[in-house]
Nanobody
Framework: QVQLVESGGGLVQAGGSLRLSCTASITVFIFDAMGWYRQAPGKQRELVAI???????NYADSVKGRFTISRDNAKNTVYLQMNSLKPEDTAVYYCMFQVASRDYWGQGTQVTVSS
């Protein structure tokens, strides 16, 4: 069983930065895609950013130019650097690791951006 542990969420003022991390509890897999999703109150979960095993990445239009996703395969860790944060970025952020067509999810970390 793969468990994902997230860290780095918190409260920040608009314009500030946060860095999220997510690490898998098991290292025997070479994970395929790694990604970050978020869910704001009353809204559906949405993709924020995703990075493939070859480090190609895609971003939601709303975060392009502000967020950067990266991965460290040796540590089975994915990062999300979030800059120029806006109040509309407030949400619970979930990491997702994919291997053998199966998705594993973190427990979620709260990001709150005050205006």
């Amino acid at each position: 069983q793969v468990q994902l542990v997230e860290s780095g969420g918190g409260l920040v003022q608009a314009g500030g930065s946060l860095r999220l991390s997510c690490t898998a509890s098991i290292t025997v897999f070479i994970f395929d895609a790694m990604g970050w999703y978020r869910q704001a109150p009353g809204k559906q979960r949405e993709l924020v950013a995703i990075i493939g095993s070859g480090s190609s990445s895609n971003y939601a239009d709303s975060v392009k130019g502000r967020f950067t996703i990266s991965r460290d395969n040796a540590k089975n860790t994915v990062y999300l650097q979030m800059n120029s944060l806006k109040p509309e970025d407030t949400a619970v952020y979930y990491c997702m690791f994919q291997v053998a067509s199966r998705d594993y999810w973190g427990q979620g970390t709260q990001v709150t951006v005050s205006s």
